[in-house]
């Protein structure tokens, strides 16, 4: 059974940083892409960042691109989103999300159960 | 990247058909899917590629891809449809999603 499990968010400070979290299990983590989408409250979907398999090709979207890091460790299953500069548009649920092939595809076939962030002072 | 534009919401009776359209510049030339949010819930992915039903998927959920628009459509529409129905499309090393269509079984 795939699972994806997002840890790290919290209520942070405008102007501070955040590290997320991904761990995954019941599939070959390092066979695929990876993704981060995020959700403000009551809003729509919104792509975030994706990583290819090998961290060889890397995604940003405009909205977060220079503030927002992401990354994976393939021999610890994980995937991770450096956060820094946070706004308080930047509050959202964020999910992990698995891709279905090795580069980014645009199909997103797992998703986790997401990781909330609260930027406020 | 590109905007998709889908209508706010979709009523419809149960076990008719309805249909969710998304609209874009240039959509029949990338692949499109279709993600269902139920209240609560994480999204699953219902339809990519513009027309493949993952596994588990019911035969129910098709889609279709012509031009600029896509359209996701369920026939036999059940109470447990009613959700939020997101398209969204790969464009220039981005993903795009649609505002979301909520989806309303009267």
């Known amino acids: 059974e795939v699972q994806l499990v997002e840890s790290g968010g919290g209520l942070v400070q405008p102007g501070r940083s955040l590290r997320l979290s991904c761990a995954v299990s019941g599939f070959t983590f390092e066979d695929y892409a990876m993704q981060w989408v995020r959700q403000a409250p009551g809003k729509g979907l919104e792509w975030v960042s994706g990583i290819s398999w090998n961290s060889g090709s890397i995604d940003y979207a405009d909205s977060v691109k220079g503030r927002f890091t992401i990354s994976r460790d393939n021999a610890k299953n994980s995937l991770f989103l450096q956060m820094n500069s946070l706004r308080t548009e930047d509050t959202a649920l964020y999910y992990c999300v698995k891709d279905w092939d090795i580069s980014s595809s645009g199909t997103f076939d797992y998703w986790g159960l997401g990781t909330l962030v609260t930027v406020s002072s | 990247s590109s905007k998709l534009t889908q209508p706010p919401s979709v009523s419809v009776s149960p076990g008719q058909t309805a249909s969710i359209t998304c609209s874009g510049n240039?959509?029949?030339?990338?692949?499109v899917s279709w993600y269902q949010q139920r209240p609560g819930q994480s999204p699953v992915l219902v339809i990519y590629?513009?027309?493949k039903r993952p596994f588990g998927i019911p035969e129910r959920f098709s889609g279709s891809n012509s031009g600029d628009s896509v359209t996701l459509s369920i026939s036999e529409t059940q109470a447990m449809d009613e959700a939020t129905y997101y398209c969204?499309?790969?464009?220039?090393?981005?993903?795009?999603f649609g505002g979301g269509t909520k989806l309303t079984v009267l």
């Open positions: 240039n959509l029949g030339d990338r692949f």
């Open positions: 969204q499309a790969w464009d220039s090393s981005t993903a795009v």
């Open positions: 590629q513009d027309n």
